[in-house]
């Protein structure tokens, strides 16, 4: 028979299994808010630097967004950049935003035992250096056929695929053969034809150019000596002395069975563009080409690197244009078309970057580190693989981040 201090010690154990669910479920809460606070704080830092107060108000942004405002009802949001806990492996790192939201919570049943209230913790770290799912991404907003696969074209690719365009027609895959395959595929929009691979997620949110907080050059002359003005080279010379970095004004035409080696830099395509035609072999390491314009005197004009030509370049893998190959000014509206062409075996490793004008690209597979392609506008032609290894780049991430959850 149960007696009365039996029956006393099963209810307090029952009323202090109430408070221990119920201090649980408000952990529960509080981590949730955390994790949302450091994600918030950590894509904050992406944007706006290591240093912006933007980061703690971002993060206490979203941590009131679920729930949890600073200041009010006793609770506490505490925001560190870089992270502070003690014996963390993230502690003083940069690149790192911690978020501890704490709030003492009643009890019920243990007041009998005079704990009141207990203080209830969660903790959270993100970095603002994790890489992107995307690696293809069509930024126009509106247009049709922002991106275009056009005829029996492959696309094997192990990261993303973003369409901007709200268009009904936004993706469209142009004939019955060839597939696109990728990890996921988002449309703002909708799309037409078959051979997606996953199935198109259509009304994703609109989203902006994920590299539009990179530097562009700045610093450059504006001038140039004769040597490298209108530059052209069509020799079927095999020494072919190498091409320094530099402005070059009017751009660089390579034609013929020409032999040409681009020193590691950057190179400023100060109008006329860069045109690689015929039978040429072009080679370069660690190198951005910048394509701009000086008007009147020297006119944007686009990329054009032929397929018959043999081609090997390669972004830097350092510095503040790390991974870029090909930059083009943000302010140029001419709507030019870019082509660039490996349908003879071309490697091209690193961001091709037209965030405001087309590129029709064409590829074949190809087993390059990685590649990231951003344009107004999208045709692609040919099968072509995409690859995202970013290993040899700062942090191993891509050159575009992303905010990632570390704790």
């Known amino acids: 028979m ?3 201090l039996g029956l006393l010690v099963l209810l307090l154990m029952a009323g202090l299994g109430v408070d221990v669910g119920y201090l649980r479920y408000q952990k529960q809460q509080m981590q ?3 994790d949302a606070g450091a994600l918030a704080g950590a894509s904050a830092m ?5 240093n912006s107060p933007s980061i703690t108000t971002a993060a206490q942004a979203d941590a009131a ?3 949890y405002l600073n200041g009010s009802d006793g609770i506490s949001v505490q925001v560190n950049v870089p ?4 014996g963390d492996p993230f502690q003083g790192k940069d690149n790192y935003v911690e978020v501890i939201v704490a709030q003492a919570r009643p009890t019920f049943f243990m007041r009998v035992g005079g704990f009141d209230n207990v203080n209830v913790r969660s903790r959270a770290i993100a970095s603002s250096v994790g890489s992107s799912d995307g690696c293809i991404y069509a930024l126009d907003p509106t247009d ?12 094997n690719s192990n990261c993303g695929i973003l369409v901007n365009s709200s268009n009904s027609d936004a993706l469209d895959k142009n004939g019955a053969s060839g597939t696109v395959d990728a990890s996921s595929i988002g449309v703002v929009g909708n799309y037409q034809g078959y051979g997606f691979n996953p199935t198109p997620v259509t009304g994703i ?6 590299l539009a907080t990179v530097q562009a050059p700045s610093d450059y002359p504006t001038t140039c000596d004769p040597a490298h003005t209108n530059v052209i080279i069509n020799t079927n010379s095999k020494t072919q002395p190498p091409l320094q970095a530099g402005t070059y004004c009017g751009g660089i035409t390579i034609a013929g069975n020409a032999n040409v080696t681009f020193d590691a830099g950057t190179y400023v395509l100060l109008g006329g563009g860069l045109t690689v035609t015929g039978g040429a072999t072009v080679t370069g390491g660690g190198v951005t080409f910048y394509n701009t314009q000086s008007l009147p005197t020297y006119p944007y004009a686009p990329i054009k690197v032929a397929g018959s030509s043999s081609t090997t370049l390669t972004a830097p893998s350092a510095g503040p244009l790390a991974g870029i190959l090909f930059f083009q000014d943000r302010s140029i509206t001419d709507q030019k078309l870019n082509t660039i062409d490996g349908s003879n075996g071309a490697i091209y490793t690193g961001v091709l970057y037209f965030p405001t004008t087309p590129l029709r690209y064409t590829g074949t597979p190809v087993n390059n580190a990685y590649e990231i392609i951003i344009a107004w506008t999208l045709e692609f032609n040919g099968n072509t693989t995409i690859t995202n290894h970013y290993t040899t780049l700062p942090n191993g991430a891509s050159p575009i981040q992303s905010a990632v959850l570390v704790e």
């Open 32 to 34: 949730k808010a955390a």
């Open 65 to 67: 967004a679920n729930g």
């Open 144 to 155: 049709k056929r922002t991106f275009l696969v056009n005829g029996n074209v492959t696309i």
């Open 46 to 50: 992406i944007y706006a630097g290591s």
């Open 2 to 4: 149960l007696t009365a």
């Open 205 to 210: 949110a609109p989203f902006t150019d994920p």
């Open 83 to 86: 992270p502070q806990t003690p």
